[in-house]
């Protein structure tokens, strides 16, 4: 009886340590490979911002970093998804815009860093720069506030109109104090421009959109913004989540070597990594 007493206590204790060896192994495994309790929800708007995030995607997780991309077709969604918790980032829209939503809200959502630039540029189907405009030549601008002040900075700058105290970036047609060709600005929603080219003289269109369309600014546009341009997009989260340590695996991951080599190739200059 004693010797069975002790052979039972010896199967016991090597089951304990085989155990305590196979919890030590998951722990280091579970280690090595990262934990996450679910991936991080980023909206983005279809085209360029869609594609950049899918190789973000691709780096992140092999940092243990995993992504849920979700895609949305307009600019007003993805801040309202964020706000709502039904997304944990969002990245799509440049500072400027950020802070005009952030304008009459309560909490708002904060830029943890920057990401691509898509410049904005002038496009026609009927003129080929923009000396040949006539008088009255209609032109297509985006309606939102931010856009809308974008597209009338890059017209001051190839001299088509002057604004007040040298335009900003949240200027209107308020703001237009010379109009030497008597330019008639049509705003539309921004997705819609590309469709409108061909019923207006001139038309002023966000980069995305424009490459879903088939046109490049490097290649189609009567004129381009400048490089150093204000409008530079960044990643945008809520205000009370900004300093979650999963940020700066993602900001990792969109900064690194293998996103700027993939922007670089696959857009041909028409989009820019801004790090």
Same mark, same amino acid.
């Given at each position: 009886?004693? *010797? ?7 199967? &016991?204790? &090597?089951? $304990? ?9 998951? #722990?280091?495994? @579970?280690? !090595? ?8 929800? *980023? ?10 995030? =899918? ?6 997780? %092999?940092? /243990?970093?995993? *992504? ?37 809200? #309560? ?5 943890? /860093? ?10 026609? +189907? ?10 009255? !030549? ?5 309606? +939102? ?7 009338? &900075?890059?017209?001051?700058? %190839?001299? $088509?109109?002057? &604004? ?16 030497? %060709? ?5 705003? $539309? =929603? ?8 061909? =019923? ?19 290649? +189609? ?18 205000? +009370?989540? %900004? =300093? ?23 857009? @041909? ?7």
């Amino acid at each position: 009886m004693r *010797i069975r007493n002790l052979f039972n206590l010896g199967v &016991l204790a &090597l089951c $304990l340590v085989l155990l305590a060896g196979c919890g030590s192994s998951d #722990k280091q495994e @579970n280690t !090595a490979i990262g934990t996450q309790a679910r991936p991080l929800k *980023i909206g983005v708007t279809a085209g360029p911002h869609a594609a950049v995030i =899918d190789k973000v995607k691709e780096v992140a997780e %092999k940092d /243990g970093l995993y *992504i849920q991309v979700v895609e949305f077709t307009d600019f007003v969604t993805p801040n309202v998804a964020l706000q709502q918790g039904d997304l944990d980032a969002n990245s799509f829209q440049h500072a400027p815009y950020l802070a005009n939503f952030n304008k009459d809200q #309560k909490e708002p959502l904060v830029d943890i /860093g920057q990401t691509i630039l898509l410049p904005i540029a002038m496009y026609s +189907d009927r003129y080929r720069d923009t000396d040949s405009l006539p008088n009255g !030549a209609q032109v297509a601008i985006p309606n +939102d506030p931010s856009n809308g002040g974008r597209a009338l &900075l890059l017209l001051q700058e %190839k001299g $088509l109109l002057k &604004l007040r105290d040298g335009g900003t970036v949240t200027s209107s047609l308020a703001d237009i104090v010379e109009n030497p %060709k008597d330019l008639h600005f049509l705003e $539309l =929603d921004a997705a819609q421009i590309p469709r409108s080219l061909h =019923d207006t003289d001139l038309a002023v269109i966000n980069t995305n959109y424009a490459l879903e369309v088939g046109l490049n600014p490097s290649r +189609d546009a009567l004129a381009v913004e400048s490089t150093d341009s204000p409008y530079t997009n960044i990643i945008a989260v809520r205000g +009370d989540e %900004k =300093d979650r340590p999963e940020w700066q695996q993602l900001l990792r991951a969109f900064h690194s070597d293998a996103v700027r080599q993939f922007v670089l190739e696959n857009f @041909n200059g028409s989009i820019l990594p801004a790090w």
